[in-house]
Nanobody, 122 residues
Framework: QVQPVEAGGGLVQAGGSLRLSCAAS????????VGWVRQAPGKEREFVAKIRWSGDGPDYADSVKGRFTISRDNAKNTVYLQMTSLRPEDTAVYYC???????????????WGQGTQVTVSS
């Protein structure tokens, strides 16, 4: 099954850092822009960050600007999300998916991965 594979989550204290990774299973991210979203318990999935295929012009949700950095290594077919200065409100399951277009957050692939749990304790 073609789907993203997220990894790197864990339990961290407020102010700490984590680096998430997103790889493709059964396919590559070649030519795709890729986005990260997250879903906290009882809340809807929300946009976190996205990056173009070229790596240019990353975009972030206001809530993570200045704290999170999205990057990609196309040779490794992997997209990363470096998270610093983590807050309890960042606690969520984080998912990645290639984007249908860069000007939205509609996923290009119908299958979502399992996501990776990030828990930030206060």
């Amino acid at each position: 099954q073609v789907q993203p594979v997220e990894a790197g989550g864990g339990l961290v204290q407020a102010g700490g850092s984590l680096r998430l990774s997103c790889a493709a299973s059964g396919r590559t991210f070649s030519g795709y822009h890729v986005g990260w979203v997250r879903q906290a318990p009882g809340k809807e999935r929300e946009f976190v960050a996205k990056i173009r295929w070229s790596g240019d012009g990353p975009d972030y949700a206001d809530s993570v600007k200045g704290r999170f950095t999205i990057s990609r290594d196309n040779a490794k077919n992997t997209v990363y999300l470096q998270m610093t200065s983590l807050r309890p409100e960042d606690t969520a399951v984080y998912y990645c998916n290639p984007l249908l277009t860069y000007h939205g957050i509609t996923p290009a692939w119908s299958s979502w991965g399992q996501g990776t749990q990030v828990t930030v304790s206060s």
